[in-house]
Each structure stands twice: as structure tokens, then as C-alpha cells.
């Protein structure tokens, strides 16, 4: 997986506009699945809706299946991270669906899903993206934004209820602290897709061209305040 983050190059969008917008995270901001082929970021995914919008800049180095360690790593130390976000005017971080599918699938589903064998993913998952947030307020002075996780499985019912409560609970204070002394605003995905069902292509956990359209517009209404 490091090798695979170490080989990615960004794939930009109205190269000579002021304003640069970098998009990092996992398969949510890359657009997965809105494509067959999934080669490349595709022109739907959310952050190249916002730099249509905007008429900026778009780089966008997301990585499907990326987890929250990952992807401080590769902010740590990836040269191409590292310069792209040098440049960012606004860094989109979006990270943590994978962490927490990944601890479903160890314990056999949302049925075998206990607190207590999520905490410590939890636990990591909110270091791990508090770490990333200093990381990127060292290298630029841009406008960070940061998305909570929705439910990916709606028809699900309340299984992911309180997992996930406590995850967004726990950005909530994040960025809160993080306000203090960083420029980082929080973006509510989950209260945007909760009783949206249509807005997760059926049977999969990745937003339709729909759901993409609705995170940019939640991001748009941030990006000049």
C-alpha cells in the first residue's frame, strides 16, 4: 500500500487559476464506482464539482481503501502530498469509512459489531486525523475542511448507530480544539445523508453521482466564511 500511495500523481483541473483546492482522503472524495474502470478520479467526484463551481484548481490524490494511518503517513512523508498541499488555498479531508468497515469485517458484520472491539479503531482513527490536521497546518495556511463519516449502510438500521455517534462525537470536539489554533471547519457528511438512502449506489457503500452533487454543495457554503 505505501508503494501504491508513493506512485500516485495528481490529476488536476483549471491548471492556471489562482485558487488550488487538494483533495486527500479515500474512496469517497476519488469518486469511486462512479465509473467502471475506476482509473482515474472521475470529473464527478465531489471536489471537481467544487472546482467547477469555483473555476479552481483541482488536485486530487485520494485513495480508495485508504485508512487514517495511511493517510498520515503519506502526509507525513509523500513528496507529492507534501508539495500539493504546500500550494493548497483549501485541503478536503476525507478519511475513517474504511477504518471502520475494516473493523466490521473482522468481527464477522454489523450483527458481530461490538463497542468494544471498536473503541480502539476509534481511538486511532481520531489520533490519526488530529495528527494529519497539524501535519497540514504546518505546510500551508490554507482553509482546512474535514468530513465526519456517514452511514454507509442504511438499510442497516440502527446497528451502526452508536459507533458511529461516538465517531462524529468525537471529530465534533476535534475540530473544535483544533479551531483554536488552526483554520479547520467541520463538515456534517452524516447529517446530510441520514434518511438519504438514494444518495449510496445500491448495494455499496460510495455515493451516486447524487450523493457527490450533495457533498459539494455542504462544502460550497463553507468555502468563503
Do not use: W
Not at 481503501?65 to 507534501?82: C, D, E, H, P, Y
Not at 442497516?156 to 488552526?182: C, E, R, V
Amino acid at each position: 500500500m505505501i508503494v501504491f500511495i508513493i506512485s500516485v500523481a495528481p490529476m488536476q483541473a483549471h491548471a492556471f487559476n489562482e485558487k488550488r483546492l487538494v483533495a486527500i482522503g479515500d474512496s469517497i472524495p476519488y469518486g469511486y464506482n462512479l465509473t467502471k474502470e475506476n482509473k482515474n478520479p472521475p470529473k464527478e467526484s465531489f471536489p471537481y464539482l467544487i472546482g467547477m463551481e469555483k473555476d479552481m484548481e483541482v488536485t486530487n490524490l485520494s485513495i480508495p481503501g485508504l485508512t487514517s494511518a495511511q493517510l498520515l503517513m503519506a502526509v507525513r512523508s509523500n513528496k507529492i502530498f507534501r508539495e500539493s498541499l504546500k500550494e493548497a488555498d483549501y485541503v478536503i479531508v476525507y478519511i475513517g469509512g474504511n477504518d471502520l468497515l475494516n473493523v466490521v469485517k473482522k468481527n464477522g458484520g454489523l450483527d458481530g459489531l461490538k463497542m468494544e472491539e471498536a473503541a480502539p479503531v476509534i481511538r486511532d482513527l481520531i489520533y490519526n486525523v488530529y495528527s494529519t490536521i497539524l501535519e497540514i497546518d504546518e505546510l500551508t495556511d490554507g482553509k482546512i475542511l474535514v468530513y465526519n463519516i456517514y452511514n454507509p449502510y442504511p438499510a442497516a438500521g440502527d446497528k451502526l448507530s452508536t459507533p458511529l455517534a461516538y465517531i462524529n462525537q468525537q471529530y465534533a470536539s476535534l475540530i473544535q480544539l483544533l479551531k483554536h489554533f488552526a483554520s479547520v471547519t467541520l463538515i456534517n457528511a452524516y447529517k446530510a445523508y441520514h434518511d438519504h438512502p438514494e444518495y449510496i449506489i445500491k448495494g455499496d457503500v460510495h455515493p451516486t453521482e447524487k450523493g457527490q452533487r450533495i457533498l459539494a454543495e455542504i462544502t460550497l457554503k463553507h468555502l468563503d466564511e
